[in-house]
């Protein structure tokens, strides 16, 4: 098995923020992202695909293809975006850097024409960054505004 990268950048803001914790709480364990009108992140995406090379090209995929794919399903979607606010797949949930690996892996996983994703990495600085492999998990959506608190009648939508 051969595993072959593609790296690219986006930049982005976002808020994290959870509508059924209070503000104090939401500032507490957020901090400087909990930015009520949100902050910016250069991040670097790095998706790993793992596959047998074929015996014609030697390719387990070929890298300018991967990299189509992720302009056209990624990047165009979040670059220079509010994730909370402009991205439709990413609507409800809270922008971690884990849940925009999870997120990313939802729609890139179905276009990969050969091989199989094997991992992303999703780095929100230099130095810190998170590695999704598939492992199922459960990514709740909150179907309120980023700027407003909860109240008794907003929805929440479990996935
Ligand atoms: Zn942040």
Avoid at 98 to 116: C, D, H, T, V, Y
Avoid at 123 to 130: A, G, K, P
Wanted: proline fraction near 5%; glycine fraction near 4%; charge should be negative.
């Amino acid at each position: 098995m051969v595993y072959v990268t593609r790296r690219t950048t986006f930049s982005a803001s976002h808020r994290l923020y959870n509508p059924l914790l209070s503000d104090a709480d939401n500032e507490r364990i957020f901090d400087k992202c909990n930015n009520p009108n949100g902050h910016g992140h250069n991040y670097v995406l790095e998706v790993t695909v793992c596959g047998v090379p074929d015996p014609l090209t030697g390719y387990v995929l070929d890298l300018k293809r991967l990299r189509d794919i992720i302009e056209e399903h990624i990047i165009e979607k979040v670059d220079h975006r509010h994730l909370n606010e402009d991205v439709d797949f990413l609507r409800g949930i809270i922008p971690t850097a884990e849940n925009l690996a999870w997120a990313f892996w939802q729609i890139l996983e179905q276009k990969i024409p050969s091989g199989r994703l094997y991992s992303i990495r999703v780095y929100e600085s230099e130095n810190n960054f998170v590695e999704y492999r598939g492992e199922p998990i459960d990514v709740p959506r909150y179907l309120v505004s980023t700027t407003t608190t909860l109240h008794d009648d907003d929805e929440i939508l479990q996935r």
